[in-house]
Nanobody, 131 residues
Framework: QPQLVESGGGLVQPGGSLRLSCAYS????????IAWFRQAPGKEREGVAC????????NYADSAKGRFTISRDNIEKTVTLQMNRLKPEDTAVYYC????????????????????????WGQGTQVTVSS
Protein backbone atom coordinates (compact mmCIF):
# COMPACT_ATOMS: atom_id res chain seq x y z
CA GLN A 1 0.00 0.00 0.00
CA PRO A 2 1.51 3.36 -0.98
CA GLN A 3 2.21 5.69 1.91
CA LEU A 4 2.89 9.40 2.30
CA VAL A 5 4.29 10.87 5.51
CA GLU A 6 4.56 14.62 6.11
CA SER A 7 7.00 16.35 8.44
CA GLY A 8 8.39 19.79 9.14
CA GLY A 9 5.37 21.64 10.48
CA GLY A 10 5.52 23.89 13.52
CA LEU A 11 5.05 27.37 14.91
CA VAL A 12 6.62 30.28 13.05
CA GLN A 13 6.31 34.04 13.25
CA PRO A 14 4.79 36.05 10.41
CA GLY A 15 7.38 36.64 7.72
CA GLY A 16 9.26 33.50 8.65
CA SER A 17 9.91 30.30 6.71
CA LEU A 18 9.19 26.60 7.04
CA ARG A 19 10.19 23.61 4.96
CA LEU A 20 7.72 20.75 4.75
CA SER A 21 8.69 17.30 3.53
CA CYS A 22 6.57 14.46 2.18
CA ALA A 23 8.24 11.05 2.15
CA TYR A 24 6.48 8.63 -0.15
CA SER A 25 6.85 4.88 -0.49
CA UNK A 26 5.26 2.20 -2.60
CA UNK A 27 6.74 1.71 -6.04
CA UNK A 28 3.59 2.82 -7.85
CA UNK A 29 3.98 6.35 -6.52
CA UNK A 30 6.87 6.85 -8.92
CA UNK A 31 4.15 7.32 -11.54
CA UNK A 32 2.10 9.76 -9.50
CA UNK A 33 2.06 13.51 -9.26
CA ILE A 34 2.32 14.84 -5.72
CA ALA A 35 0.53 17.90 -4.39
CA TRP A 36 0.30 19.83 -1.17
CA PHE A 37 -3.08 20.77 0.21
CA ARG A 38 -4.03 22.60 3.36
CA GLN A 39 -7.09 22.86 5.54
CA ALA A 40 -7.75 25.52 8.13
CA PRO A 41 -10.41 25.09 10.84
CA GLY A 42 -13.88 25.59 9.42
CA LYS A 43 -12.63 25.84 5.85
CA GLU A 44 -12.51 23.50 2.90
CA ARG A 45 -9.34 21.73 1.91
CA GLU A 46 -7.51 23.74 -0.74
CA GLY A 47 -4.66 22.98 -3.09
CA VAL A 48 -1.37 24.80 -2.64
CA ALA A 49 1.16 23.36 -5.11
CA CYS A 50 1.63 20.35 -7.36
CA UNK A 51 4.61 18.69 -9.04
CA UNK A 52 4.46 16.08 -11.80
CA UNK A 53 5.96 12.61 -11.55
CA UNK A 54 9.26 13.69 -13.09
CA UNK A 55 9.62 16.78 -10.93
CA UNK A 56 9.96 18.93 -14.02
CA UNK A 57 6.65 20.79 -14.04
CA UNK A 58 4.95 22.56 -11.17
CA ASN A 59 1.76 24.48 -10.56
CA TYR A 60 0.82 26.82 -7.73
CA ALA A 61 -2.33 28.23 -6.28
CA ASP A 62 -2.50 32.03 -6.36
CA SER A 63 -2.02 32.10 -2.59
CA ALA A 64 1.32 30.32 -2.95
CA LYS A 65 2.80 32.01 -6.01
CA GLY A 66 6.00 33.91 -5.29
CA ARG A 67 6.25 32.59 -1.72
CA PHE A 68 6.18 28.78 -1.88
CA THR A 69 8.33 26.40 -3.91
CA ILE A 70 7.58 22.73 -4.49
CA SER A 71 10.31 20.30 -5.52
CA ARG A 72 10.70 16.57 -5.90
CA ASP A 73 13.58 14.12 -5.48
CA ASN A 74 12.68 10.79 -7.08
CA ILE A 75 15.81 9.10 -5.75
CA GLU A 76 15.14 10.06 -2.13
CA LYS A 77 11.38 9.79 -2.78
CA THR A 78 10.55 13.08 -1.16
CA VAL A 79 8.57 16.14 -2.12
CA THR A 80 9.44 19.38 -0.38
CA LEU A 81 7.41 22.53 0.08
CA GLN A 82 9.55 25.53 0.93
CA MET A 83 7.34 28.24 2.39
CA ASN A 84 8.69 31.78 2.75
CA ARG A 85 7.16 35.06 3.92
CA LEU A 86 4.52 33.17 5.85
CA LYS A 87 1.32 34.91 6.88
CA PRO A 88 -1.17 34.14 9.65
CA GLU A 89 -3.66 33.05 6.98
CA ASP A 90 -1.26 30.25 6.02
CA THR A 91 -2.09 28.56 9.32
CA ALA A 92 -3.56 25.14 8.55
CA VAL A 93 -2.93 21.42 8.54
CA TYR A 94 -0.86 20.67 5.45
CA TYR A 95 -1.29 17.40 3.59
CA CYS A 96 0.56 15.81 0.72
CA UNK A 97 -1.41 13.70 -1.72
CA UNK A 98 -0.77 11.57 -4.81
CA UNK A 99 -2.65 11.25 -8.09
CA UNK A 100 -2.01 9.23 -11.22
CA UNK A 101 0.33 10.88 -13.75
CA UNK A 102 0.66 8.46 -16.63
CA UNK A 103 1.81 9.48 -20.09
CA UNK A 104 -1.62 8.72 -21.55
CA UNK A 105 -3.39 10.38 -18.61
CA UNK A 106 -1.19 13.28 -17.50
CA UNK A 107 -1.99 15.22 -14.37
CA UNK A 108 -2.08 18.54 -16.18
CA UNK A 109 -5.20 17.52 -18.11
CA UNK A 110 -7.11 17.57 -14.83
CA UNK A 111 -7.90 20.01 -12.04
CA UNK A 112 -4.79 19.43 -9.94
CA UNK A 113 -6.21 21.32 -6.96
CA UNK A 114 -9.38 19.28 -6.67
CA UNK A 115 -9.02 16.98 -3.64
CA UNK A 116 -11.21 14.27 -5.20
CA UNK A 117 -8.57 13.78 -7.91
CA UNK A 118 -6.14 12.31 -5.36
CA UNK A 119 -6.04 8.66 -4.38
CA UNK A 120 -3.53 8.68 -1.53
CA TRP A 121 -3.10 11.09 1.37
CA GLY A 122 -0.72 11.60 4.24
CA GLN A 123 -1.81 12.23 7.82
CA GLY A 124 -1.00 15.95 7.76
CA THR A 125 1.32 18.29 9.62
CA GLN A 126 0.25 21.43 11.50
CA VAL A 127 1.61 24.81 10.45
CA THR A 128 0.86 27.76 12.73
CA VAL A 129 1.89 31.28 11.81
CA SER A 130 1.55 33.56 14.80
CA SER A 131 3.44 36.15 16.77
Amino acid sequence: QPQLVESGGGLVQPGGSLRLSCAYSGISLDYYAIAWFRQAPGKEREGVACVDRNGGTTNYADSAKGRFTISRDNIEKTVTLQMNRLKPEDTAVYYCAATIDYSDYPVWTRNVFKPNEYEYWGQGTQVTVSS
